[in-house]
């Protein structure tokens, strides 16, 4: 056994636990066991499986964004300091101001990637599951916590005429437009849901300082560059794979909804749209920060746009 495997095949068992777990509980409730959307409802119960287990990840990412939020003018003033001095020990001096920054704040530029950094053995568990679903059909095998009754009950599931162990790149029975077609519009059903979530936190939960900064820049390059990723990739992912990795990116579209309207960050669009929907009922603004009410002289008095300015009148001379 290679070494990837040796890493991976407790996440494969983990993962076939879980799905034949949720299979198990469909059957019992009358759904047909080769049936390919009793399979589908199973992955999905993964989905739900891991993304719950992953919500106190998810608070402390949050957590980790604000922070990071918060300290961009100490950053940008640390930055100002720093400002042209390429040699070693300044180099080295604002490294550890910098770091000694993320740990005041309790912060650090990584943390807004631990979700998908957690998720992604199992991402690649149920890769590899799915993918040697055809090979151990032929060999009559199991697969993980899968027997080989459930195994070859997986290979001839299908949804639409599609097998869900079949991909874009290889094929794997069925209808083969099909599965094209399917492949798809799941792969970008998957980049868009990707790309709508990281697109809505920036566009709503950012603060002015902290879209300025040089960290918000890379992040702005990775916008991009990760659905083009996932989408190139996903030729290569069963039809099943991108079930799970379309489901999850839509719990986290719905998950940063509900967080960038109900907590936002200091200082962004949506912190102000906030308050105004509060103003609105009559209720007094919030401080996003702490959550706490605000009180009356807490809250800054609004600049009022000024007016055309007045010319003075110039005086009727006085005929002599």
């Avoid at 949804?159 to 079949?166: C, K």
């Avoid at 790309?195 to 939960?205: C, D, E, G, L, V």
């Amino acid at each position: 056994m290679d070494p990837l495997s040796a890493v991976l095949l407790p996440f494969e068992w983990l993962v076939s636990f879980v799905m034949v777990a949720f299979h198990e509980a469909l059957s019992f409730l009358g759904m047909p066991s080769g049936n390919g959307w009793t399979w589908t409802l199973s992955i999905i119960g993964l989905v739900l499986v891991i993304r719950g287990a992953l919500i106190p990840v998810f608070v402390r990412q949050i957590k980790a964004q604000r922070g990071m939020q918060l300290l961009q003018p100490d950053l940008q003033k640390l930055q100002a300091k720093y400002k042209g001095k390429t040699d070693q020990l300044s180099r080295q001096a604002m490294a550890q101001e910098q770091m000694a920054l993320y740990k005041k704040h309790g912060t650090n530029p990584f943390s807004a990637c631990l979700p998908m950094v957690i998720q992604m053995p199992f991402f690649f568990g149920l890769f590899r599951v799915l993918s040697n679903v055809s090979s151990a059909a032929s060999n009559n095998p199991g697969i993980g916590a899968m027997t080989p009754s459930q195994v070859n009950q997986f290979h001839g599931s299908e949804i639409f005429s599609a097998p869900l162990s079949a991909s874009l790149l290889h094929g794997g029975g069925g209808n083969p437009v099909v599965v094209a077609i399917l492949s798809i519009f799941m792969i970008v059903a998957m980049t868009a849901s990707q790309f709508i979530t990281q697109k809505q936190i920036m566009a709503k939960n950012m603060s002015d300082a902290a879209m300025q900064s040089p960290f918000m820049r890379q992040q702005k390059i990775l916008l991009y560059i990760l659905p083009l990723v996932f989408g190139i990739g996903g030729i290569n992912f069963p039809i099943g794979v991108l079930i799970y990795w379309t489901i999850s990116n839509l719990w986290t579209m719905g998950q940063q909804f509900y967080v960038i309207r109900r907590m936002p960050a200091p200082g962004s669009p949506a912190a102000r749209a906030l308050n105004e929907r509060r103003a609105a009922r009559g209720l007094a603004p919030i401080d996003v920060t702490t959550g706490k009410t605000m009180k009356a002289e807490d809250i800054p008095e609004p600049v009022q746009p000024k007016g055309q300015r007045q010319q003075p009148q110039r005086k009727n001379r006085r005929k002599k």
